[in-house]
């Protein structure tokens, strides 16, 4: 037994200290925790004796109340729960799938002196990886002259502006990245990512002019620069004196 007076002394702290952990549960105690407290107590021999302290009753009328349902929650609580409803839209309104570009094949017989790497690089600007897994290729020394490839033909894209310069004397007769020596005067370009080989369209948006080149080397190397043009392309582009411009281009193929 507990002497009297020990208890008097001890009540006044055991409610300050119940007072205090029904604000620290107020604050932190979701509210689903919360009603699966209330359930719990409601349902203990000594809730009766918990119900009759007032800080925690009132936390467990709180936690016992509805809540209040705010518009947002319960619409975003309607599109989880109906999981057809997004199906349902794109099927009314078909136009907003974008139709996927189907792949179109080009077919090529392999002549003598042809590699996998020559034909995917120089010639049809297509990953020579890619050009292995197309034909079932797992050896690409048996690449036999008379056999027939299925090329996939690289789709045109949109125009997009760039920043280009030009180069040619300093480079005339070195190797480009393609492996050939370089023509200050044919229709190349060199290009960071394109693929070698790529065929691009490049344009003047200032007098109109239009030229087609291939991309057969790599660059340009200073920043702030898209494309390296060479010199025919430059003079053709009325560029040379200019010395860098902004054209538009777009992928061919």
Known sequence: ??????????????????????????????????????????????????????????????????????????????????????????????????????????EYTVKPGDTLWKLGVRKFAVDPDRLARENSIDDPRRLQPGQRLRVPVRAASAQQPVVASWYGQEHHGKPMANGEPFNMYAATIAHKELPLGTRVELSNPETGQKVQAVVTDRGPFIQGRDVDLSYGLARRLNMVEKGVGRLLMRVVA
């Open 1 to 106: 037994m507990i002497p009297l007076g020990l208890r008097k002394t001890l009540a006044p702290v055991a409610h300050r200290v119940m007072l205090s952990l029904s604000e620290q549960l107020k604050r932190f105690a979701r509210p689903g925790r919360a009603q699966a407290l209330a359930s719990k107590t409601a349902s203990h021999p000594r809730g009766l004796v918990m119900s009759k302290m007032p800080a925690f009753s009132a936390l467990l009328e709180e936690a016992q109340s509805p809540q209040p349902t705010r518009p947002q929650q319960t619409l975003a609580m309607a599109r989880i729960s109906d999981p057809q409803e997004p199906r349902a839209q794109l099927l009314d309104n078909p136009q907003q799938i974008p139709p996927k570009a189907p792949v179109r094949y080009a």
